[in-house]
Structure formats: structure tokens, C-alpha cells
């Protein structure tokens, strides 16, 4: 018995060297892999881009290696991020303008700075190899100038918004340029491929539209107060020309208060109405059409008011093709019902 435990025991001693020695190429070759793809990696940077400081410059910045540690100012831009499943590279987060976002839940796990213009010395604290910002925060009451970050070694990687005007096509330089920024390339076009599609299908189908409604767009409501937003402040106006409407300039400013007076002077035809915070659709659109001082209105006389989700509607989201759809729809439903 003695003896036959001690033979098994002394096979199985023998096999250990013999695995080992078969197990060795297969980690060296792991390891091999690994620092292969680091090398990859490391030789798409530098990577350069040109991005506007808040007076509408052009500036070139270079990201010298794939961004780790991301501080993040303003909700849109951490929305793309998270669309995009970047969020882990984000150590700070500031500026939520607290409009509706389906991504709410999400952003509440995020490394939170403060929901206003954070200071120099608690980003500068998180050692980040990247910001990215709205070009309006850099100024020397918010963030401090671009050449303030890269005087330090920190690229800034700078969205659209009130600076050069809000477009469609600003949008999705946003988003490209973040691909870049992040070696995301892949994702970021295709879902550029994919909205433009549906906004061509849109556009082509509108050129048979024989007519063109007026449609105004305005915020608000309560107390027979309306705010007008002007087609550089937002980018629903490209939606409604695109759909085969005409966007109400009703002002040469980008943002104009509005009375139930000043609607009915221009009287459209069509009203799309938004709300900064998300809005229960239904009430706001009765309280539209069951006020007494714009019963003679067309658009209120003929039922055609919409309303529309405010992130989407003037800075853009991630579902901008949802809304062109909804406001073809709206604009020419003998075109677009059923699509």
C-alpha cells in the first residue's frame, strides 16, 4: 500500500515541471500582447486639434498621450461622455445646468466638484491630463484662460455653445473632436453616419413639401411671459428648415422676452414650445392652448402646437434625430405620419 501511495505521489512530482515549463510561453506571450497594444496606443499621440476660446479664436492643442484623468465642466459634455462609456476617465465634474437629462441617474455617480464654475486649485488638486469645457469657461472669472491650462502642461478640449452660435454641424464637431481627443474614433463616427443619414432621409423627403409653415419657437409660459430663442441660440431652427418650415425670427437678439401681444403679431402658424426642466408635455401644451389672449393665433385656433424636449431643442442631444423626426412630423404630417 506504502508503496504504491509513494509512486503516485512521485508522478505527480514529476508532472510539475513539466507544466510549468508548458505554462511559461503562454504568459510571456500575454505579456507580449499586452505591451503590444500599449505600443499601438501610445503611437496615435500625439494627437492635435483646433478647438475656439470664448471669443471665437481659433487655437491648435495638442493631446500628447490618450487622456486618463478627464475633468469635465458642463452637463452635455459629460452626457457624451457617458453615451459614449468614457465616464471612468472622468476625476471632476462642475457646471450641471440642471435641465432634464436621461442620463441624470449616471451623472449622479460622477466625481462631483461643485454645480457651479469650480476654481483653479481644485482641478489643478486632481492632476488632470485633460479638460474639457464649454469655451465660454475660459475666461478669467470662471476657469482662467486656454493658455492658463497649457502653460501647465493640461490640454483643453473646448465645446460650441453661445460663443460662435449653436449648429447642427458644431454638434457633431463636438463629438468628433472627443473621439479624437479619446482614441474613440470608431464610435464617435459611426454615431455621426447614423444621425446624418436620418437627417438627409429627412431633408429629402421635406423637398416635396409644396408650402412652407411658419413655425415660431419660444420657452416659458407661465404668467403671459414667453422667451423667443434666436437661431444662433439654439438648433431646432435648422430642424424646422430642414422639415420644410420657416423658422420665426422674430429679433435680431438671440434671446428676446415675448408678450401674448408680440405672438399674435407674428402669428404663425405652427408653435413648438419648450421647457427648461423636463415638463409633463400634456399640461404645458393645454396651458398654451387655453389661454384667453391667444385664442386668435392660428396655430392655437388650429390645434398645432408641439412640445419639445429643451436640451435637444436648443443645445443638442444625443437624440437630435429623434426630434428632427418629431418636428418633420409635426411641420408636414401628410409627408412624414407613419415614417
Known sequence: MFKKTASVLLAIALCFPALAACSQPIQTEQKASVSQSQTQQDSQYPRE???????????????????????????GLAELMIHFE?????????????SYSKYEESIHQLPLLTDMWPSKESILALNPDLIVAMSSAFTDERLGSIAFWNDRGIPVLTGINYTVGRTIGSFFDDISNLGTA?????????????????????????????QKPRVLLFAGGQNDTYYYYGPSLCIIDEMVEDAGGEYIKVSEDTYVEMSA???????PDKIIITEFQKSDSSAAKDLLMQNPSLKNVTAI?????????YTNAIRGSLDLSDLYEDVAAFIHPELFQGE
Not at 51 to 74: A, N, W
Not at 183 to 199: G, L, P
Not at 261 to 267: D, F, K, R, T, W
Not at 301 to 309: C, F, K, L, P, S
Request: negative net charge.
Open 49 to 75: 486639434l483646433t478647438i475656439y476660446d470664448d471669443k471665437g479664436k481659433l487655437i491648435e492643442q495638442t493631446i500628447p498621450k490618450e487622456p486618463e484623468r478627464i475633468v469635465v465642466i458642463g452637463q
Open 182 to 210: 479619446l482614441n474613440m474614433e470608431d464610435k464617435t463616427n459611426a454615431f455621426i453616419r447614423d444621425q446624418e443619414t436620418r437627417i438627409e432621409a429627412i431633408k429629402s423627403q421635406a423637398a416635396q413639401a409644396s
Open 301 to 309: 385656433q388650429t390645434g398645432n402646437v408641439m412640445v419639445a424636449d
Open 86 to 98: 468614457e465616464q471612468d476617465r472622468i476625476v471632476g465634474l462642475a457646471y450641471l445646468d440642471k
Open 261 to 267: 401681444e408680440s405672438i399674435l403679431s407674428v402669428n
